[in-house]
């Protein structure tokens, strides 16, 4: 069956760190790119960062730039989130996606283009 699990989300204060994880079971792992997300109530789902299938290749975008990192490890199947000086303005729900494209030095933030996703975790920014 096809999976992609998120956990590590949870409450912290302005500031601190928390590191998302996403596993994936069921596919071919490394010939996805993954792509994380998220949406705050009333707002529209953001991309907000996302690493190719191969090389390395991320994107991210200005609302986390310099703050969070993306990374991958093909041989656990997971791809992680780590993000650091967490404003309350990053409470959201966190999803990761995947998405095959034609080349693997490859990645988009872009919702539609998503094969498999998570189901969430709650992360939420607060003193």
């Known amino acids: 069956q096809l999976q992609l699990v998120e956990s590590g989300g949870g409450l912290v204060q302005p500031g601190g760190s928390l590191r998302l994880s996403c596993a994936a079971s069921?596919?071919?792992?490394?010939?996805?790119?993954i792509t994380w997300f998220r949406q705050a109530p009333g707002k529209e789902r953001e991309g907000i960062s996302c690493?190719?299938?191969?090389?390395?290749?991320?994107v991210y975008a200005d609302s986390v730039k310099g703050r969070f990192t993306i990374s991958r490890d093909n041989t656990k199947n997971t791809t992680y989130l780590q993000m650091n000086n967490l404003k309350p303005e990053d409470t959201a729900v966190y999803s990761c996606?995947?998405?095959?494209?034609?080349?693997?030095?490859?990645?988009?933030?872009?919702?539609?283009?998503?094969?498999?996703w998570g189901q969430g975790t709650q992360v939420t920014v607060s003193s």
């Open positions: 996606a995947g998405a095959q494209y034609g080349i693997r030095w490859y990645c988009r933030l872009d919702y539609n283009a998503m094969e498999y």
């Open positions: 690493i190719s299938s191969v090389g390395g290749i991320t």
């Open positions: 069921g596919f071919t792992f490394d010939y996805y790119a």
